[in-house]
């Protein structure tokens, strides 16, 4: 596996196995700043998308993940942080009651 980035910016991860692996490919490279999402094994039965919530590789958790790692963007971002908690506890809500994902997720499709 071959990463491409620069020595000083931040690198936001996402992987569908464990992230330790990732972590051990990259042991020795100079930019440390490196944030790998990944498996976790809650072992549970739930839809597709919250299983990705549980493993934080969903689009909510990379884009706190991102803007945690954008120190320039100051109290900019955290109005953006808030939504995507919101959007979380949301999920949760909906999943918990529903037992399917949010209907934005089920029926979301790239625009052109």
Do not use: C
């Amino acid at each position: 596996m071959l990463i491409y980035s620069t020595k000083d910016k931040p690198i936001i991860f996402a992987f569908h196995g464990y992230p330790t692996l990732i972590h051990e490919l990259t042991y020795e490279r100079h930019n440390h700043n490196m944030s790998v999402h990944g498996y976790q094994g809650e072992g549970t039965i739930t839809t597709p998308f919250d299983m990705r919530v549980q493993n934080k590789i969903d689009r909510f958790n990379l884009v706190k993940d991102v803007i945690m790692h954008l120190p320039r963007l100051g109290n900019k971002g955290a109005h953006l942080i808030q939504k995507m908690n919101d959007k979380l506890i949301e999920h949760k809500q909906y999943t918990a009651e529903y037992g399917q994902d949010l209907e934005e997720i089920r029926n979301w499709e790239w625009h052109k």
